[in-house]
């Protein structure tokens, strides 16, 4: 059995440590996110998705700093051309967490975890400490860890902006920006830039 573990985000956030539940993923978020799973990771042994409740934020100074507008713009993402109010939707959604629901819809079954932990005692995937992930042998059924952002979209919402971001247990991964379009009512994906990626041995970019 093929899992594909998909986390969104590993920090709790200013909101969940002062007690209160993070605010909740709009609806119209979720096809964007199915768009993306099905079309960059579910392969045809894919089973089973395990999802991170929480979405990517730059909680604290110098967190996730490549998801700042001065790095975005340094490094020319997507030749800078991105319409001004996307990329500020964007980045007003990274200031805090956010609580994602049941409402994926991308043809597989899927799980939530928070901090690599199942929320359901009947799944079989362990929880396991950030500083080991790297050195535990994981099954074969599982592909890696992803994390997702909130998705920024433009006024008319024909634009839509997602980063997510693939952490493999063997040290391997990376981290994506996806630039969406809509004509009509079809989403489609127009491009995706490279933020980082990480080889065996070498310490990431991201988290």
Request: glycine content about 6%; hydrophobic content about 40%; aromatic content about 10%.
């Amino acid at each position: 059995m093929i899992v594909l573990a998909l986390a969104v985000v590993l920090s709790l956030g200013v909101a969940e440590a002062g007690g209160e539940k993070p605010a909740p993923v709009p609806s119209e978020e979720y096809p964007l996110y199915d768009l993306v799973v099905r079309d960059k990771f579910l392969t045809s042994q894919t089973t089973m998705v395990v999802i991170e409740r929480l979405t990517v934020a730059r909680t604290k100074k110098n967190e996730h700093d490549y998801l700042s507008r001065e790095s975005l713009e340094e490094q020319e993402v997507f030749e800078n051309k991105l319409p001004p109010v996307l990329l500020d939707d964007f980045l007003f959604k990274l200031q805090a967490p956010s609580w994602l629901a049941a409402k994926f819809n991308f043809g597989v079954p899927y799980r939530f975890v928070r901090d690599g932990a199942s929320e359901e005692p009947e799944v079989s995937l362990a929880p396991i400490p950030a500083a080991n992930r790297r050195r535990i042998q994981t099954p074969r059924s599982t592909i890696g860890l992803l994390r997702f952002s909130r998705v920024g979209f433009t006024r008319r919402e024909d634009q839509a902006l997602v980063y997510v971001e693939e952490e493999r247990l063997d040290g391997t991964g990376g981290g994506f920006l996806v630039w969406l379009h809509r004509r009509g009512k079809v989403w489609t994906i127009a491009d995706t830039e490279v933020l980082w990626m990480a080889q065996p041995g070498e310490p990431s970019a991201g988290p």
